[in-house]
C-alpha cells in the first residue's frame, strides 16, 4: 500500500502521549490540551480503554486531532482507525507492522531508533518518524547525525524528553517535533489536575517559537 498524505510533524511542536487508565479522564484531559494550546494527542493503546478513550475526545472534542500511540501490530493499527484515529505511532517497525499501518490509509509515525530501520522506513515511502526511545538511544546528538547522510529522514523523537531536554531536539533541522508524557503523567491525570495539565501544555506551545 502507499502511504497516506498529511504531515504528523508538523501538527504541534509537542506531542502529548498519553495513557489513560480510567476513560472517564480522557475528555478532560484532551479538553486541557487544548485549553492550553495544544491541538493533537497520542493516546497510546496500552491500556483496556485506549479505544474507548479515542472514540470519545474524537466525538466530544473535535479541536484536537487524536491519533493512537504503542501501536504494535496490524490488527492494532486498524482497531485504532476504526475508532477514530487520524494518525498512528508506534514504538518500532517489522515489515508486518508497517504493511499493517499504511494499509489503513492514515498519516503515521512509525518506531525507529537504527539507520537500517530510518532506511526501511524511507523505502515505504514515509518520510516522516518516531525516534525511540530518544534519550537512551544517543539524543539529539543522535540524530543530529543522522541529518547529513539522511536529510529526508524527519523525525519524532520521544522517550525520556522534557521540558528542559525538548528544544535541543526541536532546534534539528530533521526533527518536526518531539513527544512525550511530561505534559500529562500518571500522578496528574490520577489527581484530575487539569488545571496542571493546561499549564504543562502552555509551557510546550511556547517551545514551538
Ligand atoms: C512513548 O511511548 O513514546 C514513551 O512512553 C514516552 O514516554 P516518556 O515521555 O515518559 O519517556
Redesign the pocket.
Given at each position: 500500500p502507499e502511504p497516506a498524505a498529511g504531515s504528523v510533524l508538523s501538527l504541534v511542536p509537542v506531542l502529548p502521549?498519553v495513557v489513560i487508565d480510567e476513560l472517564a479522564a480522557a475528555v478532560p484531559l484532551a479538553r486541557a490540551l487544548v485549553a492550553g494550546g495544544l491541538s493533537a494527542i497520542e493516546l497510546?493503546l496500552r491500556t483496556p480503554v485506549a479505544l474507548d478513550a479515542i472514540r470519545a475526545i474524537t466525538t466530544e472534542v473535535p479541536e484536537i486531532t487524536v491519533g493512537a500511540?504503542?501501536v504494535v501490530t496490524p490488527a492494532q493499527a486498524a482497531a485504532a482507525v476504526g475508532a477514530g484515529a487520524a494518525f498512528l505511532v508506534s514504538?518500532g517497525c517489522t515489515p508486518a507492522l508497517l504493511d499493517g499501518i499504511l494499509a489503513t490509509g492514515v498519516p503515521a509515525l512509525p518506531g525507529t531508533s537504527t539507520v537500517s530501520e530510518v532506511l526501511t522506513v524511507l523505502e515505504a515511502g514515509l518520510t516522516e518518524m518516531k525516534f525511540?526511545?530518544a534519550a537512551a538511544s544517543g539524543g539529539a546528538p543522535y540524530l543530529r547525525a543522522l541529518a547529513g547522510p539522511l536529510p529526508q529522514a524527519r523525525f519524532c523523537p520521544?522517550?525520556?524528553?522534557t521540558q528542559e531536554s525538548a528544544p535541543s531536539y526541536l532546534g534539528l533541522p530533521n526533527v518536526g517535533c518531539v513527544?512525550?508524557?511530561?505534559l500529562a503523567p500518571a500522578d496528574v491525570i490520577a489527581a484530575g489536575d487539569w488545571d496542571e495539565v493546561a499549564r504543562r501544555a502552555a509551557a510546550a506551545v511556547s517551545l514551538g517559537g
Open positions: 502521549v497510546t500511540g504503542t514504538p525511540f526511545p520521544t522517550g525520556g524528553i513527544g512525550g508524557t511530561w
